[in-house]
């Protein structure tokens, strides 16, 4: 079944340390993928996308993400994590061309420690 | 990128009442989808919503619980029918853009329902 995984329910760092929050996916052909951010009481804002091109994507508020088909993956990182980057973080693939719906993996809280 | 309004933000519902949720794009789009957030979870796609046709619902979801209504290419309804204290949860209704190079998902800001 395509997919996608988020294998940490939570991510703890210190402010000023870098951070990752894994994605994993599985799905057939070249994906669509995306990160978004939900703060408490707050609905879903997008970070960024990989749609084709570079691997490197650039987002918002200072997030990247790298695309690695290899390893299918497309982890999500940023080089200095501040405390206002807590939240609950979503991967999301869009399924096979066609199919215009999207996944999204189980979400991972980032805690940001001051 | 569309602009969704969805409305009403949040409510608190009696068991066995309906609440319709409304979602009004400012672009007309093709489809707009319906997702659904359980406390602490992440989000499951109840229905897709296309313009002059029946909404395709996902497994486990269906019509006669949640009803959708698709008039035009801008708006669109989901209703929770006959509540009960397991749909308290965020509702949120979500388009896909196409415009130019934004090309990504747009998400209103939700509704978050409370069954008493």
């Known amino acids: 079944a395509q997919s996608v995984a988020q294998p940490e329910d939570q991510v703890n760092v210190a402010e000023g340390n870098p951070l990752t929050v894994k994605c994993t996916y599985s799905?057939?052909?070249?994906?669509?993928l995306f990160w978004y951010v939900q703060y408490p009481n707050r609905g879903l804002q997008f970070l960024l996308k990989?749609?084709?091109?570079?691997?490197l994507v650039k987002g918002s508020y200072g997030f990247e993400a790298e695309f690695n088909k290899s390893q299918t993956s497309f982890h999500l990182k940023k080089p200095s994590a501040l405390v206002s980057d807590s939240a609950l973080y979503f991967c999301?693939?869009?399924?096979?061309?066609?199919?215009?719906?999207?996944?999204f993996g189980t979400g991972t809280r980032l805690l940001v420690s001051p | 990128s569309a602009v969704i309004s969805q409305k009403p933000s949040r409510d608190i519902c009696q068991r066995g009442t309906s609440l319709t949720i409304q979602c009004q794009v400012d672009?007309?789009?093709?489809?707009m989808f319906w997702y659904r957030q359980q406390p602490g979870q992440s989000l499951t796609l109840i229905a897709t919503?296309?313009?002059?046709?029946?909404?395709?619902?996902e497994s486990g979801f269906v019509i006669d619980k949640f009803p959708i209504s698709r008039p035009n290419l801008t708006f669109s309804t989901l209703t929770v029918s006959n509540m009960s204290p397991e749909d308290s949860s965020i509702y949120l209704c979500?388009?896909?853009?196409?415009?130019?190079?934004?090309?990504?998902?747009?998400f209103g800001s939700g509704t978050r329902l409370t069954v008493v």
């Open positions: 979500s388009v896909e853009d196409l415009g130019g190079w934004d090309y990504g998902y747009t």
């Open positions: 799905v057939s052909g070249n994906p669509y």
């Open positions: 990989y749609i084709t091109g570079d691997n």
């Open positions: 999301a693939v869009r399924l096979l061309p066609g199919f215009q719906k999207l996944v």
């Open positions: 672009s007309q789009v093709t489809m």
């Open positions: 919503a296309n313009q002059g046709s029946e909404a395709t619902y």
